[in-house]
T-cell receptor
Framework: GIQVEQSPPDLILQEGANSTLRCNFS?????LQWFHQNPWGQLINLFY???GTKQNGRLSATTVATERYSLLYISSSQTTDSGVYFC???????????FGQGTTLQVKP | ETGVTQTPRHLVMGMTNKKSLKCEQH?????MYWYKQSAKKPLELMFV???????ENNSVPSRFSPECPNSSHLFLHLHTLQPEDSALYLC?????????????FGPGTRLTVL
């Protein structure tokens, strides 16, 4: 089956710093989503981005489907950005959403 | 608030108990999903329902029994669970599972099996 790899697994930032999270996937997909999981377990939708570039405030994302990767950019990080960031993909031949292992982000004041 | 609600938020049960998890979506979607998130593991899809019909069962043990009475409600009936079933159970919904559309998640039920 498709493999989804996220990097780095853990990231510690000082407040105000910028960061880039990466998601690589091993096969073609027709859906890619980025989520932020807060400490209570809620998955918050950040981007639905099967291809192209989107921006929402301090966050932006780019998916290059032909090269099978997506990037999540966080600028001017805040302590409230702390949590786990998941990339999830839907392979073209199935209805499953396959999740990566996540990147755990800690932003220090 | 994502438009998907789950109850209860926390549940502790013994291995001989029977309990049910409830999910409700207020988004007018046609598809609903159950996922399991165990510690140190990625989210795993359990079941997919489209228009109240089960379209995918991801090799889940029979002690987990889903029910979808209508397109807005999804249940997960639990019986004779094992301690290793302790996990966060997440419900999601989307417009149509066949088109790779965006999924929205509920807050989850944190289950502990003693």
């Amino acid at each position: 089956g498709i493999q989804v790899e996220q990097s780095p697994p853990d990231l510690i930032l000082q407040e105000g710093a910028n960061s880039t999270l990466r998601c690589n996937f091993s096969d073609s997909v027709n859906n890619l989503q980025w989520f932020h999981q807060n400490p209570w377990g809620q998955l918050i939708n950040l981007f639905y981005i099967p291809s192209g570039t989107k921006q929402n405030g301090r966050l932006s994302a780019t998916t290059v489907a032909t090269e099978r990767y997506s990037l999540l950019y966080i600028s001017s990080s805040q302590t409230t950005d702390s949590g786990v960031y998941f990339c999830a993909v839907r392979p073209s031949n199935t209805g499953k959403l396959i999740f990566g292992q996540g990147t755990t982000l800690q932003v220090k004041p | 608030e994502t438009g998907v609600t789950q109850t209860p938020r926390h549940l502790v049960m013994g291995m001989t108990n029977k309990k049910s998890l409830k999910c409700e979506q207020h988004l007018g979607h046609n598809a609903m999903y159950w996922y399991k998130q165990s510690a140190k593991k990625p989210l795993e899809l359990m079941f997919v329902y489209s228009l109240e019909e089960r379209v995918e069962n991801n090799s889940v043990p029979s002690r987990f029994s889903p029910e979808c009475p209508n397109s807005s409600h999804l249940f997960l009936h639990l019986h004779t669970l094992q301690p290793e079933d302790s996990a966060l159970y997440l419900c999601a919904s989307s417009q149509d599972p066949a088109w790779g559309d965006e999924q929205f998640f509920g807050p989850g039920t944190r289950l502990t099996v003693l």
